[in-house]
């Protein structure tokens, strides 16, 4: 099992920064890779970004270079740099481990989420 803690959402300007943390914790040798979701109100759950064991990362088009995202070595702890952000950006921001188990397959583990609103 993996737990999943998310910290740093808030209010901010168009134009503004956040960055959001996530505490992971728990049976973490298993996790393959670690990564960010969002849903925006009345959407459906959709992919941020990822970090691999390997260290390699991948975004979604529409954050390219405004949001970037990292981890410790201890792979504990991940954060997602978000900047320039837009009302659109609006959202339930959720943590993600993904576990590939042998026999079992994909296996997801989610944060509670953290409110991020971008608003004048």
């Known amino acids: 099992q993996v737990q999943l803690v998310e910290s740093g959402g808030g209010v901010v300007a168009p134009g503004g920064s956040l960055r959001l943390s996530c505490a992971a914790s728990?049976?973490?040798?298993?996790?393959?890779?670690l990564g960010w979701y969002r849903q925006a109100p009345g959407k459906e759950r959709e992919y941020i970004a990822v970090?691999?064991?390997?260290?390699?990362?991948n975004y979604k088009d529409s954050v390219k270079g405004r949001f970037t995202i990292s981890r410790n070595s201890a792979k504990d702890m991940v954060w997602l740099q978000m900047d320039n952000l837009q009302p659109e950006d609006t959202a339930v921001y959720y943590c993600?481990?993904?576990?590939?188990?042998?026999?079992?397959?994909?296996?997801?583990?989610w944060g509670q989420g953290t409110q991020v609103t971008v608003s004048s």
């Open positions: 993600h481990a993904l576990e590939l188990r042998v026999g079992v397959g994909q296996i997801d583990y």
């Open positions: 728990g049976s973490l040798f298993s996790v393959n890779a």
């Open positions: 970090i691999t064991n390997g260290g390699n990362t």
